[in-house]
């Protein structure tokens, strides 16, 4: 366990959770007026009509495969009898597919974004900050899947990756299991680590705002302007309009 | 039955000139920002046209609007809550800005910096959104007056629907204005379909509005609004609309394009109505029937049994007074004489319009009979049948009965208001044709021929006695300026941390968030502060920096 190690399987970790956890604190209480997906889909529709929803589709099945494969211990799975064997099957093939879907999506997106000019125009210093890390995270997760499950003999992350990322969540980190992963893992781990801190400063705020309220809700909404000046609860960074100007200097003599 | 106020407004089509004044007005007032330039909560079309966006009304291609399942209940046309969220990658049922109109400027500084050339320069015509040249090739206006309509009007959504025989003829036939806002309707689809339930209808006057806060442009309501009220701004990236001017309406004055209507067409007033009966009445099968059953949903403000309900669901007195007196009430239930911009969308819109008698007289005037008889405008309005049944189209879901009916007592107005011009004897059974009495003929003629500024707009003061009771608006007493000094001091109320607190009256635009001006507090000590968490990164406020120390010093 070297310094290098403590930093980047300790310190980068929490710091990039704790980067996520303020800055979407930060964000929530003072830039709701920003929090938004930021489409693009009024400039163009017939290339976001594929890349999107195969993008976003793809990463839905990739994020649950996460969660099943590093969330969730071995043993508990295996408790339900889904053992080494078929998880490996599952997660190499079902994997391979969501990474596929993934992949296809994001580089349609990605040319799109390049060769419409009205996207182009409106693509930000952030957006490419947080496409270039974005897109590192899934080349080398990508790379780790093909080059290990697909064409070699398996690596297992479950012995090690797994159990370094439970260990961080139970702040008992553990930098050992991290020592000998392959590259391609490393690599993957440290990009999506850095995309999750810069993450609460980019347009991927939108992912928390999944509405799945949507679905319980009645169909019109009613407010009342009488409990609340204006459309919601006064917080802070909203501050009110003193205008008309002539009356305040008036009341300041 | 649960009694609600909604502000709503009729427009006199009969009075509009086309000008685009409220057009103006409005974009002036609300829209004429960045990511904005293609937004018009107020337009004018010319009908027969293609409307903005192109060919907004043809619901089999955009999907607006609700539907009635086959179980009789309603559903958006869209798709309902699953659908909704499956498609939220991408909305299939979108306009693209290319259907509204590619928003551009002009080289204005080739006119002032070119060099001295043989050909005088030109300013060339600039994309906002790439920043190319662009070539203008349709805008919100395009086919204005019937521009052009020889080669756009068989597109128009309603033509489409008549017979073959009819579009020919239509062009020579007549041509009216159709000035558009949101509808704020009761049963607002945009609403229905925002994930985020950002969007909500005012409970105290029915007013639509989209919570900037909480948009997360999800685009829904773009889509489903059939009357493509809602715009997405492309800059922002969230949806606004068009808000009734509420900022206005609080304070008792009309909307800025009914403040500004050259041709004082528009009515604002308050209608109560049955919010338990709204869902009920806009699922009725047959579509025929839907402005009936609107028009049932409606309540009477004189009938006791609801002034009680409407007290016991907390509406005051003043507004109950301002139901009882709004000109909508008059022109909807007493004289029946406006009708709803296509009802068959089923979300019961709550801007109707009087259908426009004039094109009726001019053919009359301009065949030499007497355009002013009532006869022969009783007989052109069965006859002809071509402005009729467009009309149907707009404004009856295609029943041509309410037209008429709507038609002949403006037809009977006229030639009973000319008797009395010329000094005749009044003929009350012109009145009574229409089924209705010379007094009330003379009392709709007030209300629409003289239409006084305090006849066309009833309405009354929003209450905010109670809610700024529960804000700190009383702390502006407490800082220097004391009490007395009337409405909130520059400070607008402190706490000791020297930020201020949110209580001050709401901003209402958009850029009041970012300017400056309202980033900096003051602390007890009068020292400017400010917040850089609220600051856009554009220039240098005041507060940014402690003050200069001072020559000599203050001790």
């Known amino acids: 366990m070297n310094n290098l190690d403590v930093l980047l399987w300790i310190a980068f970790p929490y710091a990039a959770a704790a980067s996520f956890i303020v800055g979407h604190i930060l964000r929530y209480r003072y830039d709701q007026y920003g929090w938004t997906s930021r489409s693009s889909q009024l400039y163009e529709s017939k290339l976001l009509k594929w890349g999107s929803p195969l993008f976003h589709y793809g990463m839905l099945a990739v994020i649950a495969g996460h969660v099943i494969g590093l969330l969730i211990p071995r043993e508990w799975l295996e408790f339900i009898g889904i053992n080494e064997h078929i998880y490996h099957l599952g997660a190499t093939w079902l994997g391979t597919a969501a990474a596929a879907v993934t992949v296809v999506g994001m580089l349609i997106l990605l040319a799109r974004r390049g060769a419409v000019k009205r996207v182009l125009k409106v693509t930000s210093a952030m957006d490419v900050v947080m496409y270039i890390f974005l897109v590192a995270t899934i080349a080398f997760g990508t790379i780790a899947v093909v080059q290990f499950q697909l064409l070699g003999a398996g690596y297992d992350y479950r012995g090690s990756v797994s159990p370094w990322i439970r260990s961080l969540f139970l702040m008992q980190p553990d930098v050992t299991l991290m020592a000998g992963v392959p590259l391609a893992f490393q690599l993957h781990v440290l990009t999506a680590t850095a995309l999750f801190a810069i993450w609460p400063f980019t347009r991927l705020v939108h992912v928390l705002s999944a509405p799945i309220w949507y679905l319980l809700r009645p169909y019109v909404v009613y407010r009342s302007r009488d409990t609340k000046l204006g459309a919601r609860k006064p917080r802070p960074g909203w501050n009110r309009s003193t205008l008309p100007v002539k009356e305040k200097e008036h009341s300041m003599k | ?105 002009y080289d204005y500084d080739m006119l002032t910096k070119s060099p001295q050339t043989k050909v005088g320069p030109v300013a060339r015509p600039k994309s906002l959104l790439t920043g190319d040249n662009m070539d203008i090739k349709w805008s919100g206006n395009w086919d ?111 909307t800025i394009c009914s403040e500004t209507c050259v041709g004082r067409l528009r009515y604002l007033g308050l209608m109560l109505y049955d919010a338990d009966r709204v869902l009920e009445a806009a699922a009725v099968e047959d579509e025929h029937e839907l402005l009936d059953a609107q ?52 979300t019961m819109p709550m801007v109707w319009y009087i259908p426009p008698l004039s094109p009726v007289v001019d053919i009359v005037s301009n065949t030499g009979n007497d355009g002013e008889d009532v006869r022969n405008l009783f007989a052109a309005i069965d006859k002809l049948r071509i402005p009729v049944e467009y009309l149907a189209g707009l404004f009856t879901a295609g029943d041509t009965v309410p037209i008429e009916d709507s038609l002949r007592k403006l037809a009977a107005m006229r030639s009973y208001m000319r008797d009395i011009n010329l000094g005749n004897d009044p003929q009350e059974p012109i009145a009574n044709a229409v089924g209705m009495s010379g007094a009330e003929i003379e009392a709709m003629y007030r209300l629409l021929a003289i239409a006084k500024y305090e006849d066309r707009y009833v309405i009354p003061k929003a209450h905010v006695e109670s809610a700024r009771d529960l804000e700190d608006f009383a702390c502006s007493l407490n800082v220097d300026g004391g009490p007395g000094m009337g409405g909130p001091g520059e400070t607008g109320g402190l706490r000791k941390t020297g930020r201020r607190v949110p209580g001050t009256p709401v901003a209402a635009t958009v850029e009041s968030f970012h300017s400056l001006n309202n980033l900096t507090g003051t602390d007890e000590s009068g020292n400017k502060r400010m917040n850089l968490l609220e600051w856009d990164g554009k220039g240098i406020s005041n507060g940014m920096f402690p003050p200069p120390a001072t020559a000599g010093g203050t001790a």
């Not at chain 2, 709503?8 to 409005?26: E, R, Y």
Request: glycine share 6%; proline share 6%.
């Open chain 2, 1 to 105: 039955m649960r009694v609600m106020a909604q502000m709503s407004m009729v427009m006199n089509l009969d009075k509009c000139i086309g000008c685009h004044t409220c057009s103006v007005t409005c974009k002036q007032t609300w829209t004429n920002r960045e990511g904005m330039e293609y937004v018009w909560f107020n337009n004018v079309e010319t009908r027969p046209g293609l409307g903005y966006p192109r060919q907004y009304e043809d619901q089999e291609k955009w999907n607006g609007g609700w539907t009635r399942t086959k179980r009789g209940r309603l559903k958006l046309k869209s798709g309902g809550r699953l659908k909704k969220l499956a498609y939220i990658f991408s909305n299939p049922d979108l306009p693209s800005i290319d259907d509204y109109y590619e928003p551009w400027t």
């Open chain 2, 295 to 346: 028009r049932s949903v409606f309540l009477d403000p004189f009938d006791p049994d609801v002034i009680a309900a409407a007290k016991a669901d907390g509406i005051a007195d003043d507004w109950i007074e301002a139901a009882q007196n709004s000109p909508i009430y008059k022109l909807i239930s007493e004289y029946k004489v406006a009708l709803p911009l296509h009802p068959e969308y089923r």
């Open chain 2, 144 to 254: 204005d007056n019937l521009g052009g309509s020889l080669e756009t009007a068989h597109e128009d959504p309603i033509l489409a629907h008549m017979s073959d025989h009819v579009r020919m003829e239509f062009e020579n036939t007549f041509m009216f204005y159709l000035p558009r806002i949101c509808e704020h309707c009761l049963n607002p689809s945009c609403v229905s379909a925002c994930p985020s339930g950002a969007m909500y209808k005012r409970e105290e006057d029915g007013i639509v509005l989209v919570d900037q806060d909480s948009c997360r442009g999800w685009r829904m309501c773009v889509s489903s609004c059939p009357y493509k009220k809602v715009y997405f701004n492309h800059k922002t990236n969230k949806a606004e609309k068009c808000t009734l001017c509420y900022p206005l309406l609080e304070q008792g004055k009309p």
